[in-house]
């Protein structure tokens, strides 16, 4: 064990300075891995039984017990189902009111489920970018060393040919195994973008059907009223004056 770490520590001293930038990525990734699979996985745990759950309370007519289940259930699905059956519990709501409060809502939680993924494919770019950098300096230092020594000797370049390899492949190591995270991650966020759009389309079938039955009030707004124009009255009045068999009166000069 002492072995083994000694030499990581000899790799790291001899990769160079590019290793602390390469560790300091790493060290981040990795934070955001623990954090971001910890969110991931509760928000993904129950979001099936939530989802049926409150959709038979709720059809019941318990609407108070369905969004206390839905309140005391945490992730997104659960969100949305909360935001449209507060609404659906006023029994009387504005149209449209419901359909903004839901994508309100998926657009709020969605933010949050997308969180830290930036960090992820920044260090995922990045980290390759760093190796090579660590690969042109040590190739630097190779070429250096053979035109202080005015030949090519393998002890001389070995330096620096080292210090290439060993950034190179301190970069691979930490951008493979993040994309794979990001790629998983981005697949679960995928299926709980599923999970709220069945949760809003549950809550908009339940807000129609509560409207057949009388039980819910959508207050639809009635289109105001476009005057008519000078040239549409003009119309209206030689319209007017048609159906009654006389000429029409004469409007302003001009007209």
């Known amino acids: 064990m002492g072995g083994s770490q000694y030499q990581?520590?000899?790799?790291?001293?001899d990769g160079g300075w590019m290793m602390y930038p390469l560790v300091l990525c790493s060290l981040i990734a990795l934070g955001v891995i623990f954090a971001k699979g910890w969110t991931l996985l509760v928000a993904r745990r129950h979001a099936k039984k939530v989802l049926t759950a409150v959709e038979e309370e709720a059809r019941a007519g318990r609407l108070d017990e369905a969004i206390r289940i839905a309140s005391e259930t945490p992730g997104p699905a659960a969100a949305v189902l909360l935001a449209g059956l507060r609404r659906i519990r006023a029994r009387k709501v504005e149209e449209g009111e419901i359909e903004r409060a839901l994508s309100t809502t998926g657009s709020i939680e969605l933010a949050f489920l997308e969180r830290g993924l930036v960090v992820l494919a920044t260090v995922a770019n990045v980290a390759p970018?760093?190796?090579?950098?660590?690969?042109?300096?040590?190739?630097?230092?190779?070429?250096?060393?053979?035109?202080?020594?005015?030949?090519v000797d393998p002890a001389l370049v070995a330096g620096g040919i080292k210090v290439a390899l060993l950034t190179t492949a301190?970069?691979?190591?930490?951008?493979?195994?993040?994309?794979?995270?990001?790629?998983?991650?981005?697949?679960?966020?995928?299926?709980?973008?599923l999970?709220?759009?069945?949760?809003?389309?549950?809550?908009?079938n339940l807000a129609w059907d509560m409207e057949k039955e009388g039980k819910l009030t959508i207050l639809r707004k009635e289109l105001p009223r476009r005057s008519l124009s000078p040239v549409g009255s003009r119309a209206s009045r030689v319209v007017q004056a048609g159906m009654q068999g006389g000429a029409p009166s004469p409007g302003p000069a001009g007209e």
Do not use: H, S, W
């Not at 990581?8 to 001293?13: A, E, H, M, N, W």
């Not at 970018?129 to 030949?151: D, K, R, S």
């Not at 999970?195 to 908009?204: F, R």
């Open 8 to 13: 990581l520590l000899t790799l790291f001293g």
């Open 129 to 151: 970018l760093m190796g090579f950098l660590g690969t042109v300096a040590g190739m630097i230092l190779a070429f250096a060393a053979i035109e202080t020594a005015g030949e």
């Open 170 to 193: 301190a970069g691979l190591i930490i951008a493979i195994p993040v994309n794979l995270f990001y790629n998983f991650f981005v697949n679960r966020i995928d299926r709980l973008i």
């Open 195 to 204: 999970d709220m759009e069945e949760g809003t389309q549950k809550v908009l």
